[in-house]
């Protein structure tokens, strides 16, 4: 038998090209006993590994292939935990020591932390092979003997690689040479970067993508033959016939190390570091009693029942010390004065109310705490809590020097490999022009790089595209092979994770591109390690309304009136664009149709627009019912406590569990388990498999089979996207207030949006159109009266000066600096007094901030040149007027300019220029919103043309036209669509003819598309 | 010097490395100086290459085996 000691999986990011799955199954159908994965300077697989190699029968020996400080290669393998530890803490140094690109791991580190390691000499890239290649054996021998100080005697092993390349033979020589002169043990391997010789050109092209090179050019890091694949157990020892004892090392030192991961600890910090768990449960206990008594008016028996109940399970699962950590930092937002919600499943709990983490009263709602945390899941809480996106730092910074920043990390995320990102990168290796990768590209939606050619087959808009040509079917096959294959690793957005011990002890620590350190595993892996993860999220729907607030001191946004009947009746037409949450074409119909009128319709709404409700058909009864044009009817009676909230539908997860434990007598837990396998169902059978035992068990309450079996099918049609009801009302209340603040402030709201961008679901000109819709003025720029954002007046916005391409804050500042001594004369007078570069003025002239002066951008920008060459040759002397008798752009060409420098237009619209070409049969979109029923023809800009996942399965395009009146959402059904596909995802200007739609008597028009055209 | 033959060859095989081959005269393998192997430019469909330098009892010779077609070349004589 053999076992494989240096193996590379995709986390070698770009220099292994087999998953982890596949070397794992290959090697237990070989019935190898053990196998080591060592990524180049990562342990990023390490879970994933641990488990499946445990799955299936293989002990998991856990290794990483370091960089040293001299840019040399080493093979390290955990013995046991502490090697596993000694391990992530030489990689930290080695980022420490070298860059966010490169670990170079210092040699002091390795004297320090070669506890439980086992070195291997390493390839043809370590120090002793590069000496013998040298042949400079004295050297050799001194690179091992380095080594076996380092490791200790026994601990180290000379690495034979029979990789057929041509210096492979004096290598081994040299290596063979050097175990009879030291009589260090030798070892087989076969620095593994792939499962079969076949996936050579795999590695071949991730080495390219790696070295930036096309397979035509030379690089020497490019791998040079098809060796290095996982070869079987007799062909090693055929490769070391010579060499017995190599091969039988390799399972000598698989008996000695064992699984090094351990699972089972929790390394959260206790919140009283000295002091046992009872003082964090009995604080925690304080603090939510306290919180109860501010939030509610009196404590009545079932309350006191429900947070006794929480407490007791917080109690029970030890997590008191991870609401206290929560609550630490959202009492320092406080303090702050920065803006935060707390959103997720930790929403159904009513401490997580009373500590102020949450604006969801889960009592009153009788929402289901387990839901978020049940004795018997016995998983670690997850709270998230979104801050205004410009604070969500500085929070996370407070974190850091709270807890030790060798205690906090934030989590890491891996880039994978999609349709677009593989087609890309391989296509550039394979040789192929930017041009030709861009028409390659065109239209290929995110999906998995497995799943092009089915998307090819199933799009009609890529009937004719290129990718069907024979002559890239191999392109195809190879973006396959690398699907979901990690490129590179990046920073989660919000997660961070806290721990009471170094995180070196689990996990290596590296810097981000934005300097912070992140952990090597994501948010799938993390927790198994014993950490927990506190998501900080970034929220620019907070720094908007941070914005108004500040800017109306008269505001209290805690206290906006819950029933305001001009922010219902907004929510009545539609006209939510702005709105948090309800802005989407969508939600504007869905709004209009349920004509809500109390925050709970406001609750569904948010819950109701997600693929499991829209695909499970409940979107009309909802509205049905919620209309009273349906009666609302339950299946069983017990189903009437749980369902009423929803007339009858289920909505909500929270729903799902309680059915299974009033139905089928499931514990909360138990519930909660199917609740989880079946959002994440991935085959008929296991879902068959849980309906059988939930009618089992729905019998036994004496429900009868075939309303068990309705009940069921009920659940079925939910699973898979279903949402958390306590997440809806977290999001509900700030959507609310978002639209009471579109109604009562709108300048001030579309001001603090367009500072925000990008965010939501609109651009910048979106929001100004609405906005000019409302009666409000888009000031122009203007170089002495905008500021650095947007402004908002009584009735107007003035457009900010960041909002110009290419701003900088030294610009502005050197702008906002010139403007306190005197405003500018002329853009001669700018030039001379601020630092601007002459490409941002030019924008500056485009963008209109120079209208002020002279109405002629063109003669301006002619001029510019003269203006920078004066500064350049005196900064003293004043310059000649410079005369120009040029004429202006012409009005089309000059909206254009100004559009593309300030992605908006402070006047008119891009349809202007058009209608009056346009027949009189062309209706405007105010004229097509009054229509009730009928053919129209509409002409406008595309906003967001996209396909939700549908009931019946095929495929409905929802795009929105705009104008210069406002927008009209548009439908295109499948027929229409396969006919139009091309022109509707490649135009940004079109004319569409259909049919009036109002679902509902809604106030919400639609056309059904029946022809589309491309306007130009 | 060398020079470039680029030509097949029937090889004479001691197990799976070469003993001698006819090129005019018979070259009889003395010694494997050297193998490796080479993956190709699979792009163009290139076939991977086996490549033996070995010491013959005339001269050093560069023999290349291509096993997707089982096909030995004489690829390179020195003198």
């Given at each position: 038998m053999f076992v494989h000691l240096h193996v590379h999986s995709p986390y070698s990011f770009l220099d292994g090209a087999s998953s982890l799955e596949a070397l794992l199954h290959q090697a237990a159908q070989w019935e190898m006993p053990a196998l080591a994965i060592t990524d180049h300077n990562n342990v990023s697989a390490a879970v994933d590994f641990h488990k499946l190699a445990l799955d299936l029968g293989i002990k998991p020996i856990q290794g990483a292939e370091i960089t040293t400080e001299d840019g040399t290669h080493l093979t390290l393998l955990a013995e046991n935990n502490q090697g596993y530890q000694s391990l992530c803490r030489l990689i930290t140094a080695g980022f420490a020591k070298g860059d966010r690109h490169q670990c170079l791991v210092p040699w002091e580190a390795l004297q320090e932390n070669a506890r439980g390691l086992i070195a291997l000499s390493g390839c043809h890239h370590s120090g002793t092979a590069q000496a013998i290649l040298r042949r400079d054996h004295a050297r050799a021998k001194a690179e091992v003997l380095r080594l076996v100080e380092t490791f200790g005697p026994g601990q180290v092993y000379l690495e034979m690689i029979q990789s057929y390349l041509p210096f492979s033979k004096r290598l081994l020589e040299g290596i063979h040479k050097l175990h009879e002169e030291l009589r260090v043990p030798l070892v087989a391997t076969n620095n593994v970067h792939y499962l079969r010789k076949e996936d050579f050109p795999i590695h071949d092209l991730l080495a390219c993508v790696r070295t930036q090179t096309r397979v035509q050019e030379l690089h020497p890091e490019r791998p040079f033959n098809g060796e290095n694949y996982l070869a079987s157990p007799e062909e090693m020892k055929r490769r070391f016939a010579a060499f017995p004892e190599a091969v039988e090392n390799t399972l000598e030192i698989a008996q000695r190390c064992s699984p090094a991961l351990d699972l089972t600890q929790n390394l959260f910090p206790r919140y009283f570091p000295d002091e046992g768990p009872e003082k964090a449960h009995q604080f925690l206990r304080e603090l939510t009693w306290q919180g109860a008594r501010k939030r509610y008016a009196s404590i009545s028996a079932p309350l006191r029942e429900r947070i006794e109940h929480e407490l007791s399970i917080i109690e029970q699962l030890d997590a008191a010390d991870y609401f206290l950590a929560v609550w630490d930092l959202v009492q320092y937002a406080q303090k702050q004065n920065i803006r935060y919600a707390g959103r997720g499943s930790a929403a159904d709990s009513v401490v997580v109310y009373c500590l102020e983490i949450t604006n969801v009263d889960a009592f009153s709602r009788g929402l289901l705490f387990e839901r978020f945390l049940s004795l018997e899941r016995a998983q670690k809480p997850d709270i998230d809590i979104d801050f205004d996106a410009r604070c969500r730092d500085q929070v996370a910074e407070y974190v850091y020097k709270r807890y030790g920043p060798d205690q906090v990390a934030s989590v890491c995320t891996f880039h994978t490999y999609h349709a677009r990102s593989a087609l890309r990168d391989l296509g550039r290796a394979l040789g192929y022009t930017q041009e030709e990768l861009k028409r390659l590209t065109k239209n290929i939606i995110s999906v998995p790089a497995d799943g092009i050619r089915r998307l090819l087959h199933k799009l009609p808009e890529l009937?004719?595209?290129?990718?069907?040509?024979?002559?890239y079917s191999r392109l195809l096959d190879y973006c396959a092979a690398i699907n979901a294959f990690p490129r590179q690793i990046g920073t989660h957005l919000g997660g961070l994770v806290i721990s009471g011990d170094p995180l070196t002890k689990v996990t290596p620590l590296q810097p981000s591109a934005k300097g912070v350190l992140i952990t090597q595993f994501d948010k799938n892996t993390i927790e198994d390690l014993g950490l927990i993860k506190i998501d900080l999220l970034s929220l620019r729907t907070l720094s908007a309304v941070s914005d108004v607030v500040q800017q109306l001191p008269e505001l209290n946004y805690n206290q906006i009136p819950t029933d305001d009947a001009a922010t219902f009746a907004r929510l009545q037409r539609g006209d939510t664009v702005g709105v948090f949450q309800l802005e989407s074409p969508a939600q504007r119909s869905l709004q209009s149709r349920l004509q809500a009128d109390r925050f709970e319709d406001i609750v569904a709404s948010v819950a109701l627009i997600r693929p499991g409700p829209i695909k499970g058909n409940m979107v009309d009864p909802f509205i049905a019912r919620r209309r009273g044009r349906e009666e609302v009817t339950y299946i069983h009676p017990k189903l009437e406590k749980i369902l009423a909230p929803t007339y009858g539908v289920v909505l909500y997860q929270e729903q799902v569990i309680e059915i299974a434990t009033e139905?089928?007598?499931?514990t909360p837990g138990e519930a909660d388990r199917l609740r989880k396998v079946m959002t994440k169902f991935r085959s008929q059978t296991e879902m068959e498999s849980i309906g059988r035992e939930f009618i089992q068990k729905a019998l036994t309450q004496g429900v009868d089979e075939e309303t068990a079996e309705v009940i069921f099918s009920y659940i079925v049609g939910y699973a898979g996207y279903g949402f958390c009801e306590a997440h809806a009302a977290a999001f509900a209340d700030t959507a609310y207030r978002t639209a009471y603040l579109l109604e009562h402030h709108p300048a001030h709201f579309y001001a603090a949006l367009l500072n925000a961008q990008p965010m939501g679901f609109y651009p910048p000109n979106t929001l100004c159109v609405q906005a000019r819709g409302r009666g409000l003025e888009i000031l122009p720029l203007h170089i002495n009266e905008s500021a650095a954002d947007f402004t908002a007046e009584e009735n107007s916005i003035r457009i900010g000066l960041k909002q110009v391409a290419g701003m900088e804050a030294s610009f502005l500042e050197s702008i906002f600096q010139e403007r306190a001594k005197g405003k500018f004369s002329s853009v001669q007078d700018f030039v001379s007094r601020t630092n601007v570069s002459k490409d941002v003025t030019e924008n500056l002239i485009l963008g209109g901030a120079f209208d002020w002066f002279s109405s002629n951008r063109r003669a301006l920008i002619w001029e510019l040149p003269q203006y920078y060459q004066n500064k350049q040759g005196s900064l003293f002397s004043e310059a000649p007027p410079v005369k120009s008798h040029i004429p202006d752009f012409a009005p089309f060409e000059r909206w254009l300019k100004e559009y593309s420098v300030l992605r908006l237009a402070a006047q008119g619209h891009i349809l202007d220029f058009f209608r009056p070409q346009l027949p009189k049969t062309v209706l405007t979109s105010r004229a097509v919103a009054a229509r009730r029923e009928g053919p129209v023809q509409m002409a406008g800009l595309v906003i967001r043309p996209h396909r939700p996942p549908t009931r019946s399965g095929r495929t409905v395009v929802f795009l929105t036209l705009e104008d210069e009146y406002g927008l009209i959402d548009v439908t295109v059904f499948e027929d229409v669509y396969k006919k139009y596909a091309k022109v509707l995802y490649s135009e940004p200007l079109l004319l569409v003819s259909g049919n009036i739609s109002r679902r509902d008597e809604s106030e919400h028009a639609t056309i059904t598309a029946t022809r589309i055209q491309a306007l130009r | 010097m060398s020079k470039l033959i680029n030509q097949p060859v029937q090889l004479e095989l001691k197990g799976s490395f070469p003993a001698a081959f006819r090129f005019g005269r018979k070259f009889e393998v003395k010694y494997i100086l050297n193998h490796w192997r080479e993956g190709g430019q699979w792009w163009l469909d290139e076939p991977e290459l086996f490549v033996y330098e070995v010491s013959t009892n005339r001269c050093r010779c560069e023999l290349h085996f291509l096993p997707s077609l089982e096909q030995w070349i004489l690829y390179r004589i020195a003198d």
């Amino acid at each position: 038998m053999f076992v494989h000691l240096h193996v590379h999986s995709p986390y070698s990011f770009l220099d292994g090209a087999s998953s982890l799955e596949a070397l794992l199954h290959q090697a237990a159908q070989w019935e190898m006993p053990a196998l080591a994965i060592t990524d180049h300077n990562n342990v990023s697989a390490a879970v994933d590994f641990h488990k499946l190699a445990l799955d299936l029968g293989i002990k998991p020996i856990q290794g990483a292939e370091i960089t040293t400080e001299d840019g040399t290669h080493l093979t390290l393998l955990a013995e046991n935990n502490q090697g596993y530890q000694s391990l992530c803490r030489l990689i930290t140094a080695g980022f420490a020591k070298g860059d966010r690109h490169q670990c170079l791991v210092p040699w002091e580190a390795l004297q320090e932390n070669a506890r439980g390691l086992i070195a291997l000499s390493g390839c043809h890239h370590s120090g002793t092979a590069q000496a013998i290649l040298r042949r400079d054996h004295a050297r050799a021998k001194a690179e091992v003997l380095r080594l076996v100080e380092t490791f200790g005697p026994g601990q180290v092993y000379l690495e034979m690689i029979q990789s057929y390349l041509p210096f492979s033979k004096r290598l081994l020589e040299g290596i063979h040479k050097l175990h009879e002169e030291l009589r260090v043990p030798l070892v087989a391997t076969n620095n593994v970067h792939y499962l079969r010789k076949e996936d050579f050109p795999i590695h071949d092209l991730l080495a390219c993508v790696r070295t930036q090179t096309r397979v035509q050019e030379l690089h020497p890091e490019r791998p040079f033959n098809g060796e290095n694949y996982l070869a079987s157990p007799e062909e090693m020892k055929r490769r070391f016939a010579a060499f017995p004892e190599a091969v039988e090392n390799t399972l000598e030192i698989a008996q000695r190390c064992s699984p090094a991961l351990d699972l089972t600890q929790n390394l959260f910090p206790r919140y009283f570091p000295d002091e046992g768990p009872e003082k964090a449960h009995q604080f925690l206990r304080e603090l939510t009693w306290q919180g109860a008594r501010k939030r509610y008016a009196s404590i009545s028996a079932p309350l006191r029942e429900r947070i006794e109940h929480e407490l007791s399970i917080i109690e029970q699962l030890d997590a008191a010390d991870y609401f206290l950590a929560v609550w630490d930092l959202v009492q320092y937002a406080q303090k702050q004065n920065i803006r935060y919600a707390g959103r997720g499943s930790a929403a159904d709990s009513v401490v997580v109310y009373c500590l102020e983490i949450t604006n969801v009263d889960a009592f009153s709602r009788g929402l289901l705490f387990e839901r978020f945390l049940s004795l018997e899941r016995a998983q670690k809480p997850d709270i998230d809590i979104d801050f205004d996106a410009r604070c969500r730092d500085q929070v996370a910074e407070y974190v850091y020097k709270r807890y030790g920043p060798d205690q906090v990390a934030s989590v890491c995320t891996f880039h994978t490999y999609h349709a677009r990102s593989a087609l890309r990168d391989l296509g550039r290796a394979l040789g192929y022009t930017q041009e030709e990768l861009k028409r390659l590209t065109k239209n290929i939606i995110s999906v998995p790089a497995d799943g092009i050619r089915r998307l090819l087959h199933k799009l009609p808009e890529l009937k004719s595209h290129p990718l069907h040509q024979s002559k890239y079917s191999r392109l195809l096959d190879y973006c396959a092979a690398i699907n979901a294959f990690p490129r590179q690793i990046g920073t989660h957005l919000g997660g961070l994770v806290i721990s009471g011990d170094p995180l070196t002890k689990v996990t290596p620590l590296q810097p981000s591109a934005k300097g912070v350190l992140i952990t090597q595993f994501d948010k799938n892996t993390i927790e198994d390690l014993g950490l927990i993860k506190i998501d900080l999220l970034s929220l620019r729907t907070l720094s908007a309304v941070s914005d108004v607030v500040q800017q109306l001191p008269e505001l209290n946004y805690n206290q906006i009136p819950t029933d305001d009947a001009a922010t219902f009746a907004r929510l009545q037409r539609g006209d939510t664009v702005g709105v948090f949450q309800l802005e989407s074409p969508a939600q504007r119909s869905l709004q209009s149709r349920l004509q809500a009128d109390r925050f709970e319709d406001i609750v569904a709404s948010v819950a109701l627009i997600r693929p499991g409700p829209i695909k499970g058909n409940m979107v009309d009864p909802f509205i049905a019912r919620r209309r009273g044009r349906e009666e609302v009817t339950y299946i069983h009676p017990k189903l009437e406590k749980i369902l009423a909230p929803t007339y009858g539908v289920v909505l909500y997860q929270e729903q799902v569990i309680e059915i299974a434990t009033e139905i089928a007598g499931f514990t909360p837990g138990e519930a909660d388990r199917l609740r989880k396998v079946m959002t994440k169902f991935r085959s008929q059978t296991e879902m068959e498999s849980i309906g059988r035992e939930f009618i089992q068990k729905a019998l036994t309450q004496g429900v009868d089979e075939e309303t068990a079996e309705v009940i069921f099918s009920y659940i079925v049609g939910y699973a898979g996207y279903g949402f958390c009801e306590a997440h809806a009302a977290a999001f509900a209340d700030t959507a609310y207030r978002t639209a009471y603040l579109l109604e009562h402030h709108p300048a001030h709201f579309y001001a603090a949006l367009l500072n925000a961008q990008p965010m939501g679901f609109y651009p910048p000109n979106t929001l100004c159109v609405q906005a000019r819709g409302r009666g409000l003025e888009i000031l122009p720029l203007h170089i002495n009266e905008s500021a650095a954002d947007f402004t908002a007046e009584e009735n107007s916005i003035r457009i900010g000066l960041k909002q110009v391409a290419g701003m900088e804050a030294s610009f502005l500042e050197s702008i906002f600096q010139e403007r306190a001594k005197g405003k500018f004369s002329s853009v001669q007078d700018f030039v001379s007094r601020t630092n601007v570069s002459k490409d941002v003025t030019e924008n500056l002239i485009l963008g209109g901030a120079f209208d002020w002066f002279s109405s002629n951008r063109r003669a301006l920008i002619w001029e510019l040149p003269q203006y920078y060459q004066n500064k350049q040759g005196s900064l003293f002397s004043e310059a000649p007027p410079v005369k120009s008798h040029i004429p202006d752009f012409a009005p089309f060409e000059r909206w254009l300019k100004e559009y593309s420098v300030l992605r908006l237009a402070a006047q008119g619209h891009i349809l202007d220029f058009f209608r009056p070409q346009l027949p009189k049969t062309v209706l405007t979109s105010r004229a097509v919103a009054a229509r009730r029923e009928g053919p129209v023809q509409m002409a406008g800009l595309v906003i967001r043309p996209h396909r939700p996942p549908t009931r019946s399965g095929r495929t409905v395009v929802f795009l929105t036209l705009e104008d210069e009146y406002g927008l009209i959402d548009v439908t295109v059904f499948e027929d229409v669509y396969k006919k139009y596909a091309k022109v509707l995802y490649s135009e940004p200007l079109l004319l569409v003819s259909g049919n009036i739609s109002r679902r509902d008597e809604s106030e919400h028009a639609t056309i059904t598309a029946t022809r589309i055209q491309a306007l130009r | 010097m060398s020079k470039l033959i680029n030509q097949p060859v029937q090889l004479e095989l001691k197990g799976s490395f070469p003993a001698a081959f006819r090129f005019g005269r018979k070259f009889e393998v003395k010694y494997i100086l050297n193998h490796w192997r080479e993956g190709g430019q699979w792009w163009l469909d290139e076939p991977e290459l086996f490549v033996y330098e070995v010491s013959t009892n005339r001269c050093r010779c560069e023999l290349h085996f291509l096993p997707s077609l089982e096909q030995w070349i004489l690829y390179r004589i020195a003198d």
